[in-house]
């Protein structure tokens, strides 16, 4: 029982100390608290905020980042060219598509290409006319008017 009693003492005095100064360790520990959350975790954090800035803009890192980047800008440009190109020729196929669908064949018009009347021509003036006079108006300018 000697040995038990020998190792119970420091326990003993301890929780004796404890039931004295209990107000004065938590008060202790609040002001601790506050001080670490008002104080050392700011500063911490600008610490580590200006040592990553320092490790981020070190002129070897920087230099072998702006390789890369120039590098992986022109694939970019490379691909967003070749996307270009493919989106114009399939826009281009979609307007001939387009105008195919919506060619109407109008009457006396030929299944040749240039046979027909562009829209404001005049079909009784001399450039459109055989040599027969031109269609029926008798008069100088030709036209029915």
Same mark, same amino acid.
């Given at each position: ?24 360790? =938590?008060?202790?520990?609040? &002001? ?39 590098? &992986? ?22 307007? &001939? ?21 562009? =829209? ?26």
């Amino acid at each position: 029982m000697l040995n038990l009693a020998n190792i119970l003492d420091p326990i003993q005095s301890s929780l004796i100390y404890l039931r004295q100064n209990a107000w004065s360790i =938590v008060f202790a520990l609040a &002001v601790g608290y506050t001080v670490k959350i008002k104080l050392l975790d700011p500063y911490t954090a600008r610490e580590r905020e200006r040592a990553s800035y320092a490790e981020a803009t070190r002129p070897d890192r920087v230099a072998a980042l702006k390789a890369d980047m120039k590098r &992986v800008r022109a694939a970019q440009q490379e691909e967003a060219s070749r996307k270009a190109i493919e989106a114009a020729k399939e826009a281009e196929a979609k307007r &001939v598509e387009e105008l195919k669908r919506k060619k109407i064949k109008q009457p006396g018009q030929s299944k040749y290409k240039g046979t027909g009347r562009k =829209v404001n021509e005049n079909p009784w003036s001399k450039e459109n006319t055989s040599d027969t006079g031109g269609g029926g108006g008798g008069g100088s300018g030709g036209g029915w008017w």
